[in-house]
């Protein structure tokens, strides 16, 4: 039995320790917020924060978790009210909206890091993220709002 | 996207049918527009050539839609006793903001207080919502009037009620947000008052039902209603179909034939059981190639979640019989469509005499353009959820073709339609992609074989592995031009394996409606014109990819205009005006059985005067001619398609190590009439993104007959450290009558195009042949 911190709560694992955390946190928990796109950590669907660093829950499995402090969207701001996700929404980000979770996770990992990042840092540290619709502009635009005050 | 008139087999006969007839009125009445309104002297430069008062009543295709078009407010408008508004969205939300848009259309004209309105999402069902089939860039074309007239017959029947309830003429009374108000007296009734005696007013006639002036617009064409999903996406609780959870439910990966056409011989599923998780290995059903929309079969894996499904599935050892096309390859393919290219094809547009002309011509340019094949890759796989029992189907799914996924359901199972339920998710992403409905029905035919629900997860390397995939082309043209450097011969030949083999056997020659995206609708002002279809086979399922054949075709005629440019030492946008020519509705009588996008010619006429228009203002608005920085270059592309009208300029340059930037783009779309320019906007930027993906990166290969890539380290997209430095979009003002046309697709074609002619202006190299990879390198 292995025991994890998933957005504040204790929870209980007693299937394959090796399985993604991502899988565990999608279909044994139900917290479908973190996204599926393509198992490998190339696209960035999936990002979580793990002790506050952005993390793909892909290639991450429940074991690595043992005693660290998962956050996954769902448990980013209380009301969903996160200065990345009022900025998200002032800025109109989303197209078909399923990268989106992952984009929200790794901006507000990068301003816990550096809160104030210039246009050139915020492209370099979203490069991880892929978004097929191509909402890159307003997402640049959206953490820069976010890093200057909603 | 686009599914006209090769579509669902069952739906083949009926459309074909309605298609020849429309064919043939079409014809007559064009001839007729044309004596009216041909003769293009005397117009003003770049002013649309059709009337206005020609489209106060204009006619869409959305009648020879499927189930057609269903206009009836108790349909699609239902009010609570405590005045909230539920309106449905029958079509599918993939990111274009269709949800939004269309239930916006139907509060504006009942004058419901967006704030007060809920939008539900409608299950598959066309013959109670009509045609649902969400692609072709048509929603807003096709729905804009009957929406309109939905919520103008909700409006009327809240002020009958009222009047009624307070015995004054109807006429005094009038619905204004929210609320019916009698001005006379100063009485007011809510909507939700009203709702219960509103239901039983007689539904007027919608054809005559009084629309809002436009002068009196809320929300339409303002742009300041965020999506309705918006929040939900933000904090994590938007449904896609991935998102789908039942009780019971279990979850299946599946290993397909690695090669189209191939077949399960046998599987050992020995070491599979064995890992943690893993519950059950079974064969699923294929259909033999070409299958249409269903499944390939294979061998499904299904255990307690999908992890454990994929690692199960990686221990399976299968033996496969890969069929006749298991010698498919990219580059000897290549050749063959070159091959094919450099000899005369199927005449399909033939105006003047080509031959002599070229022959006669003082110059010709020739340009081969290569462009390969393309995986969708939504950032949501495929995925669906299905639930059979009892004899009865339901299905979560996030499908584009909602009722077509029904009638799928419903024949690959055996039962009646009725007893389908197909819930409609939001869509990850769809491009085209998710208009095929096979991963739906794999979720269906595992289900009724376990009798609990299952999820069918497709990853990301089944995705690229088994998409339907955009076609792989040659396009060839050959340009002759006169002494005077005046072009006066154009022969274009498009070789590439068409969409219709994935429906028909053999298939050989472009449907009708591949041919109308770019190669004989091209709308050039040239005496001698010849297009020609070359008869190539298809190796591997063809689908729709988000503008189709318009990418390749926009491509190599934009790129020809750039080469043209190049050899008489011209102006680029210059060049592209003098190509065009006079505003003038283009005559293409000579075309046999021309596709429009589905539309009738009268209401969408491929109007030069527009096309002309969109690059003068692009080249406004986006400084076309501006002082560069050293190494940089501009380049610009036009192309109508989806029957609207784009132009776009890309500045580009390239450094010593050949490392592209792209630092501005600038696109002009004419999309008629708008609803909400902020998502049009979006769709735009999206489309910078996505043709810069294509251009830069974008290859599927094939080597014995196996795709080569399987997920975003081999088939690349472009991130945002890659990614247009700014993308401006600008909208051009129409008339408040001018017909909506599409903006989901048209922005991605002649992107590529304008990349090509911007970094042949930085660096006098000229690609044809995308992606561009190391070939800017030294």
């Not at chain 2, 108000?181 to 009485?187: D, F, T």
Request: net charge neutral; with cysteine; aromatic share 6%.
């Amino acid at each position: 039995m292995i025991k994890v911190k998933i957005n504040g709560e204790e929870r209980n694992w007693d299937g394959d320790p090796d399985l993604s955390l991502m899988w565990f946190v999608r279909d044994e928990l139900g917290l479908t917020g973190t996204k599926y796109g393509c198992g490998q950590a190339f696209c960035g669907a999936c990002t979580v924060m793990v002790d506050k660093q952005a993390v793909r829950a892909c290639i991450t499995s429940v074991s690595d978790v043992v005693g660290r402090e998962v956050t996954t969207i769902e448990g980013l701001h209380p009301s969903g009210d996160h200065a990345v996700q009022k900025a998200w929404r002032q800025a109109n980000v989303p197209q078909c909206g399923y990268c989106q979770a992952g984009q929200i996770m790794q901006a507000a990992a990068l301003l816990i890091e550096n809160p104030k990042p210039s246009h050139d840092q915020i492209r370099d540290a979203m490069a991880g993220n892929i978004c097929r619709c191509g909402c890159y502009q307003r997402i640049e635009n959206a953490v820069h709002l976010a890093s200057t005050g909603v | 996207m686009i599914m006209n008139i090769i579509t669902r087999s069952d739906r083949l006969a009926d459309r074909l049918g309605g298609f020849e007839e429309r064919v043939t009125v079409e014809k007559i009445s064009r001839r007729s527009v044309l004596k009216g309104l041909g003769i293009a002297g005397g117009l003003v430069l770049a002013a649309p050539v059709m009337s206005r008062q020609a489209f106060a009543a204009y006619q869409t295709g959305a009648g020879i839609m499927p189930h057609g078009t269903v206009v009836d407010p108790k349909v699609f408008v239902a009010i609570a006793p405590d005045g909230i508004v539920t309106i449905l969205a029958h079509r599918a939300e993939m990111g274009t903001g269709v949800r939004t848009s269309l239930p916006l259309i139907v509060a504006e004209e009942m004058e419901a207080d967006w704030s007060r309105v809920k939008v539900k999402q409608a299950p598959g069902d066309e013959v109670k919502y009509g045609n649902q089939d969400t692609d072709g860039s048509r929603s807003t074309r096709h729905y804009l009037i009957p929406m309109r007239q939905i919520g103008a017959s909700a409006r009327s029947m809240l002020e009958a009620a009222a009047a009624k309830r307070w015995g004054v003429p109807v006429s005094e009374v009038k619905a204004v947000n929210h609320e019916v108000v009698h001005s006379a007296s100063g009485r007011k009734l809510g909507f939700g008052d009203l709702a219960a005696d509103a239901a039983k007013e007689a539904v007027p006639n919608v054809e005559t039902v009084k629309l809002k002036d436009p002068k009196d617009f809320r929300y339409l064409g303002k742009g300041q209603i965020s999506t309705v999903d918006l929040r939900d996406i933000t904090v994590g609780t938007a449904h896609y179909g991935s998102d789908t959870r039942l009780p019971g439910m279990k979850y299946a990966v599946i290993a397909r034939p690695p090669v189209t056409g191939g077949k399960l011989v046998s599987f050992d599923a020995t070491a599979a059981m064995k890992v943690s998780g893993v519950e059950k290995v079974m064969e699923v059903k294929g259909w033999p190639w070409p299958s249409k929309f269903q499944p390939l079969g294979g061998v499904a894996v299904i255990a307690r979640n999908t992890g454990a499904a994929i690692k199960g599935r990686d221990a399976l050892k299968i033996v496969w019989d890969d069929g006749d096309n298991a010698k498919y390859e990219s580059v000897a393919y290549r050749a063959e469509l070159e091959d094919a290219a450099r000899k005369p094809g199927l005449v399909v547009r033939k105006e003047g005499d080509v031959d002599a002309a070229l022959k006669s011509a003082d110059r010709v340019i020739t340009g081969e353009y290569y462009l390969p094949h393309l995986a969708h890759a939504s950032m949501e796989p495929p995925v669906a959820v299905a639930n059979v029992k009892d004899g009865k189907a339901e299905i979560w799914a996030p499908v584009q073709s909602p009722g077509g996924t029904r009638e799928d359901v419903a024949k690959t199972l055996g039962i009646p339609d009725t007893d389908v339920t197909v819930n409609v998710t939001l869509l990850g992403g769809g491009f085209g992609r998710k208009s095929k409905c096979d991963f739906a029905l794999e979720a269906a035919l595992l289900s009724k074989e376990l009798g609990v629900p299952i999820k069918v997860q497709w990853t990301r390397e089944d995705d690229i592995r088994h998409d339907f995939l955009h076609t792989v082309s040659v396009e060839r043209i050959e340009a002759g031009l006169d002494k005077a450097g005046k072009v006066i011969a154009w022969r274009h030949r498009s070789a590439a394996p068409t969409i219709a083999s994935t429906f028909a056997a053999g298939a050989s020659h472009a449907a009708s409606f591949e041919l109308g995206m770019g190669l004989v609708d091209m709308p050039f002002e040239i005496a001698n014109i010849q297009c020609e279809n070359p008869e190539v086979k298809a190796h591997t399922r063809i689908g729709w990819f988000r503008s189709v054949s318009n990418i390749p075709r926009a491509f190599a005629v934009q790129s020809m205009v750039g080469e043209l440019a190049q050899a008489t030492n011209r102006d680029q946008k210059t060049m592209l005006l003098e190509l065009i020519g006079s505003p003038r509705i283009v005559n293409l009588d000579s075309v046999k059985d021309l596709w429009n996008y589905g539309e009738p010619y009268d209401s969408y006429p491929i109007d030069t005067g527009r096309l002309r228009r969109v690059v003068e203002y692009v080249a406004e608005k986006g400084g076309w001619g501006r002082t560069v920085p050293k190494g940089h270059g501009l380049g610009i592309a036009a192309h109508r398609s989806f029957v609207s009208y784009i132009a776009t300029i890309v500045e580009a340059s390239v450094d010593e190590k050949g490392k592209l930037t792209v630092h501005q783009v600038d696109t002009a779309i004419d999309c008629g009439t708008f609803v909400n320019p902020e998502r049009i906007q979006s769709q735009v930027e999206g489309a910078a993104i996505m043709g810069l993906s294509l251009a830069k990166h974008g290859e599927i290969t094939f080597k014995d007959g196996r795709v080569q890539q399987s997920n975003f380290d081999g088939f690349r997209v472009i991130r945002m450290d890659e990614a247009p430095l700014v993308t401006n979009v600008h909208i051009v003002p129409v008339d408040a009558d001018t017909p909506p046309s599409g903006a989901g697709e048209p922005g991605l074609p002649p992107f590529a195009p304008a990349l090509i002619n911007a970094i042949f202006a930085a660096t006098g190299k000229r690609i044809r042949s995308l992606p561009i990879g190391k070939q800017l390198e030294a």
